[in-house]
Nanobody, 130 residues
Framework: QVRLEESGGGSVLAGGSLRLSCTAS????????MGWFRQAPGKEREGVAR????????NYADSVKGRFTISQDSAKNTVTLQMNRLKHEDTARYYC???????????????????????WGQGTQVTVSS
């Protein structure tokens, strides 16, 4: 059974930084898409950043490009999201998700559509005060 455990959320002032980590267990396939999605109150869940773990191809939402960086530690089956220059609109619950069915990879890396990801964690709250 796939298990994703997120950590690193919290509260920060606008302009600050946070680092989120996600460790996957129960699924160790080398070539897979993992990603971070977020959901703010009253809004749909949206893709933030994805990584194809075999090769490290990354994809970002336009709203976070240049501020967020997704990276991986393959040996630990961990994906990290470094978030810099945080804005109030980044406030949301952040979820780590993994594609275990091979639906997410595409020509450009990994799909931004949550429907292509089959497992996710409990989420971690990020609150940015302006």
């Amino acid at each position: 059974q796939v298990r994703l455990e997120e950590s690193g959320g919290g509260s920060v002032l606008a302009g600050g930084s946070l680092r989120l980590s996600c460790t996957a267990s129960g699924y160790t396939r080398r070539n897979k898409c993992m990603g971070w999605f977020r959901q703010a109150p009253g809004k749909e869940r949206e893709g933030v950043a994805r990584i194809y773990t075999d090769g490290g191809i990354t994809n970002y939402a336009d709203s976070v490009k240049g501020r967020f960086t997704i990276s991986q530690d393959s040996a630990k089956n961990t994906v990290t999201l470094q978030m810099n220059r945080l804005k109030h609109e980044d406030t949301a619950r952040y979820y780590c998700e993994v594609d275990t069915q091979g639906r997410a990879p595409n020509a450009g890396g990994c799909s931004r559509y949550e429907s292509n990801y089959s497992s996710w964690g409990q989420g971690t709250q990020v609150t940015v005060s302006s």
